[in-house]
């Protein structure tokens, strides 16, 4: 329920603050006195866009803040799911800055202002003239049906089928448009695998290929170069090995004449072994390398294929090649394996729909049920508000689509006075006639379901004072278990409340100021019997009043 409101630099108001209990809360004020201001400000509070004009003074920011009793609405998951934090008084602030941005608190954490709307939607139903709109709206018509049926168990049950049938029918769409597009280039990307394959390519092959290009195109220098090592070495008058041989011979003669000899003749020996065994492998290259002109050209070949290939992919070197091969295998192998993944989600879809077929139809059986009930209670409740011919016509069918609510197509058809055809709410019920059929709607909801803080704006609007008096009762009824409020300009409503505020305007200097407070006993035998009889206090008035309030 709501605790308590304040509001601070909005419209008419410089700073209000007041306090609400539950039962039955009754709002007057004569026209233009700001009730509407009152309304607006707690729109604002519940998540309304706003705009400078809200501000009274424009150098200073608009703060209004609602105090609400929440532990009776069970939205502790609400909390949870938008990492709030959970408060059974629970204090609601809006912001508007000067230059026009606004910001939103829910215990004092910033939220987005569809957070805030959310909570909001749970907190206050605001319901107006405009508001029985809704009684043309399937979705709203289905509701009152489902409260009737206790089907929330079954609609959440029924909701969370529905999100993973839509999901999966959304990634079978996708898929099978994957399909045709992974088709076009199956082809394609097949003959690129193939030719990537048939290069054989491995790590190194690429430096491998290049070193043995650059031995045999230049095999002569090689040779050369290896002869001239190999006479270098083995020359019989400046060979280097002849001439090692000589000093080996030398060192092994002063190894007899100390140990430091000895470690010198060792190191001789080492390079002497060192140098013979290079002239070996020089004689081994030498014989070993010899022009190749065919396996030059098969290696430059070769060579050429893989700078087409890295020109081709448009990538530097064999590693960036080999990933693009190990893409491609993965699309040819995801468009070859696409078939059988179609019809394993095809398989899930059909059995969803099933479990959704059986659901919709628990669903359209216990709403029929209850249809004849909740004709008969909007029948007699619409009878009492002065509307005894007052009929309804509820139908439903199965249709083939699955929607938010299960596959029920709804025909809500309404007649206002014997002989009459039936027809739409919208178009053959009078304002006045909506507000009354809204207001006995809110009131069989209330039975069965817990409702949020009821705001009535002016519903009785265009009403007698005899119907206008039915109605407090039902509003006063709807009080026992909610909380309600009701802004109105009829006395018989307004002495139906348990509180009674009165909204006013006054004048200080040359400014106009919106206040709104709570009436005491005789306060409230004055204001009404203003509204009874205008602003002459009468006696008889008065009298009329006080019985009002009996």
Excluded: W
């Excluded at 809200?54 to 920011?61: A, F, G, M, V």
């Excluded at 092959?205 to 045999?216: A, D, H, K, M």
């Excluded at 280097?240 to 020996?269: C, H, M, P, W």
Aim: contains cysteine; hydrophobic residues 35%; negative net charge.
């Amino acid at each position: 329920m709501l605790a308590h409101l304040s509001i601070k630099n909005y419209a008419l108001i410089d700073e209000l603050n007041v306090s609400f209990t539950d039962g039955f809360t009754c709002i007057t004020g004569e026209t233009g006195a700001g009730k509407s201001i009152l309304l607006g400000g707690l729109a604002l509070v519940l998540g309304k866009r706003a705009d400078l004009s809200s501000l009274r003074d424009k150098s200073n920011k608009c703060i209004i803040e609602a105090e609400f009793k929440v532990d009776k609405y069970g939205l502790q998951s609400f909390f949870t799911d938008n990492d709030l934090d959970y408060e059974a008084l629970t204090i609601v602030r809006r912001e508007i800055q000067p230059s026009g941005k606004s910001r939103a608190f829910i215990n004092d954490s910033p939220v987005t202002l569809d957070i805030l709307t959310k909570l909001g939607d749970n907190l206050i139903d605001v319901h107006s003239q405009n508001q029985t709109l809704r009684l043309a709206d399937n979705d709203f018509q289905l509701k009152v049906i489902d409260a009737l049926a206790n089907n929330g168990k079954r609609i959440l049950e029924y909701s969370g089928k529905l999100s993973a049938y839509r999901k999966t029918t959304k990634d079978l769409q996708e898929l099978i448009n994957f399909q045709k597009e992974a088709i076009k280039e199956h082809d394609y990307n097949t003959f690129l695998f193939e030719e990537l394959e048939a290069a054989n390519l491995k790590e190194g092959v690429q430096e491998q290929l290049e070193e043995r290009y650059e031995q045999l195109n230049n095999v002569e220098n090689i040779l050369e170069m290896l002869s001239n090592g190999h006479r270098l070495l083995n020359d019989e008058q400046i060979g280097v090995v002849n001439l090692l041989t000589e000093l080996k011979q030398v060192s092994g003669r002063l190894a007899n004449f100390g140990s430091q000899y000895t470690d010198l003749n060792q190191r001789i020996q080492s390079v002497f072994i060192e140098i013979d065994d290079i002239a070996g492998e020089l004689q081994v290259f030498q014989d070993s390398a010899e022009a190749d002109p065919q396996l030059l050209e098969e290696t430059n070949t070769r060579l050429q294929q893989l700078y087409d290939l890295q020109k081709k992919h448009g990538v530097q070197n064999v590693t960036e090649l080999l990933a693009i091969k190990e893409a491609l295998d993965e699309k040819i192998g995801v468009t070859e394996n696409l078939e059988s993944e179609i019809l394993k989600k095809q398989e899930v879809q059909k059995a969803q729909e099933v479990e959704l077929n059986t659901l919709a139809a628990t669903l359209s059986t216990s709403r029929k049920k209850v249809v004849p009930d909740l004709q008969k209670q909007l029948q007699q409740n619409l009878s009492a508000l002065g509307m005894p011919s007052a009929t309804f016509k509820i139908e439903l069918q199965l249709s083939n689509e699955f929607r938010n609510n299960g596959k029920d197509e709804l025909t809500f058809s309404f007649s206002a006075n014997k002989g009459t055809d039936f027809g739409e709410l919208k178009k053959v019920a009078s304002g006045g006639e909506l507000s009354r059929i809204m207001l006995t709607i809110k009131a069989i909801l209330a039975k069965y379901e817990h409702l949020p803080t009821m705001m009535f704006d002016e519903i009785d609007t265009g009403v007698s004072g005899e119907i206008s008096n039915k109605m407090g009762d039902i509003m006063q009824a709807m009080s026992e278990t909610m909380q309600v409020f009701s802004i109105t300009h009829l006395p018989q409503v307004a002495s139906k409340g348990h509180h009674h505020f009165k909204v006013y305007k006054v004048e200080e200097g040359k400014t106009t100021h919106t206040k709104m407070k709570l009436l005491n006993p005789e306060e409230r035998v004055a204001e009404l019997a203003g509204m009874l009889g205008g602003k002459q206090l009468t006696d008889s008035a008065m009298a009329h009043a006080r019985e009002l309030l009996n």
